[in-house]
């Protein structure tokens, strides 16, 4: 069985601003679709190919996907590809966001494993034939595909071992394909992988851990996009100026309280505590420690369930990106209440939220078409991290229309996606 993914339901746009008053000329705008690699390659075990989480995470006995499909075959854009690339330019854009299969270019995750050159190729020859199509490249190095090795050898991103890891595999994919594309996104919405993958268990890894488990992942692929950040910096930007005058950013962001909006940006949790907050200001909102640091201490633990960064994982964190990517969906409305010191994850934020059922809907529950949060959204983000290096490049918006595929959770549309830049001169990045 494939996975229906409605692709050409994706449309994204870039724009780049000259000030804040938005002005832009159509030929800044960048049009383009954003996929997954495990959304639109199959080709699951082909040409040397590792096994991924999701590979495995799919295959768990008619217990996790409720129809049993699987990304075994899917768009079959592995072979397909070059026919991919002409459905992108019958329609029109000239841009293209994809996702790099770690286990399909490192089968088993580390260097030490072996590099797949087919898996290698296949990468190089996408992003030539999208080039020789006018469409420029967009590469996403985690789009949650881990390799299965490294799960089950440590639990993956809940160990720092993965760390040394992940820098190995970006850096191989700065030096194969970084003097093409221009822009690098670390991680793709680790919101998503990590509360409902290791939270609330719908996604791979399966993991149902609320209290801490989410924490130390968060911990963690911040620390290793830092280092992947500071490789990308230090020995790829210089070197290829003309190109790689931008890196990457983890991208989230999605819910925002469209009426009296309080500041505290609770709802949005580890997108803006776990993520946003500590590669821009370099240390986690005070409020998110005192808040989980008296609640572990109410439930009689010793220490907060939150991790703390090292001065120096501060230091290489603080400025860690070129732009910031903006994934919007959809907004609830937050309200605040004190909820349980050992609830975990979902009570530490001391407030519930809902949607107001005048919002018109769409295929999945939780997408109410709310249009109003991207400017909300913007703006409390401008507010909040007053001019943040963040805003100096790229925000990126996702809004989604199409019925989902699964019950539990196999991500099927990445939509409609505008992105937003400013020029290179306000403020730096570093
Ligand atoms: C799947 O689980 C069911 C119920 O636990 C069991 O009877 C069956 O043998 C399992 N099938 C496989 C292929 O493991
Ligand atoms: C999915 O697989 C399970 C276990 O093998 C089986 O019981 C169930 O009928 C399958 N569901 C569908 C829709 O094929
Ligand atoms: C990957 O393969 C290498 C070489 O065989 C081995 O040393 C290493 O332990 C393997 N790593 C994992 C995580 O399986
Ligand atoms: C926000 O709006 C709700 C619903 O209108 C209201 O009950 C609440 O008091 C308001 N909160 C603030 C802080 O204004
Ligand atoms: C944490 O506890 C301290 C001391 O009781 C209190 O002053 C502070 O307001 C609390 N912070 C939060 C966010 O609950």
């Not at 107001?356 to 295929?363: H, I, K, L, R, T």
Request: glycine share 8%; proline share 6%.
């Amino acid at each position: 069985m494939t996975l229906q993914m409605p692709l050409v339901a994706a449309i994204s746009l870039t724009l780049l601003l000259t000030s804040m008053s938005r002005q832009c000329t159509a030929q800044e705008f960048i049009w383009g679709t954003a996929t997954s690699s495990y959304q639109i390659e199959g080709a699951w075990d082909v040409d040397g190919k590792g096994m991924s989480i999701w590979d495995e995470f799919v295959r768990r006995n008619g217990t996790t996907i409720k129809d049993n499909s699987t990304g075994d075959i899917a768009c079959r854009s592995y072979e397909k590809y070059k026919e991919d690339v002409q459905l992108l330019k019958q329609l029109g854009v000239n841009g293209y966001r994809f996702s790099i299969s770690w286990p399909r270019v490192l089968p088993n995750g580390t260097l030490a494993g072996g590099i797949n050159e087919k898996g290698i190729q296949y990468y190089v020859n996408l992003v030539d034939e999208l080039l020789a199509n006018g469409i420029q490249p967009m590469a996403t190095l985690y789009h949650w595909d881990l390799p299965l090795t490294l799960q089950n050898e440590f639990e993956g991103w809940e160990s720092e071992q993965i760390i040394p890891h992940f820098v190995d595999y970006a850096k191989l994919m700065f030096e194969k394909l970084g003097d093409k594309v221009k822009w690098w996104i670390t991680f793709n919405e680790p919101w998503v992988f990590n509360v409902v993958g290791n939270g609330e268990g719908r996604h791979a890894p399966g993991k149902k851990e609320l209290k801490t488990t989410l924490y130390i992942v968060g911990h963690n692929l911040l620390r290793a996009h830092a280092k992947a950040y500071r490789i990308y910096e230090k020995d790829f930007k210089p070197r290829r100026a003309k190109l790689a005058s931008r890196s990457m950013a983890p991208t989230s962001c999605r819910r925002t309280r469209p009426a009296n909006w309080t500041r505290k940006p609770l709802r949005d949790g580890v997108h803006v505590w776990l993520v946003l907050r500590p590669g821009v200001l370099r240390r986690l909102p005070e409020e998110m420690k005192t808040r989980i640091g008296n609640k572990s201490a109410a439930a009689g633990l010793p220490k907060s369930r939150l991790p703390e960064f090292t001065a120096d994982e501060k230091a290489e964190l603080k400025g860690s990106s070129d732009f910031f990517g903006l994934n919007y969906y959809t907004s609830s409305i937050a309200e605040h209440k004190i909820l349980s010191n050992d609830g975990g994850y979902y009570d530490d934020q001391d407030l519930v939220s809902s949607l107001d059922p005048s919002w018109p809907g769409s295929g999945s529950i939780w997408l109410k078409v709310t249009p109003f949060g991207i400017r909300e959204g913007i703006k409390w983000l401008s507010e909040r991290y007053d001019n943040p290096p963040l805003w100096s490049r790229r925000t990126e918006f996702l809004t989604m229309t199409g019925p989902p595929v699964t019950n539990t959770g196999l991500t099927s549309t990445e939509s409609t996606s505008a992105t937003l830049r400013r020029p290179r001169t306000s403020s730096s990045a570093t």
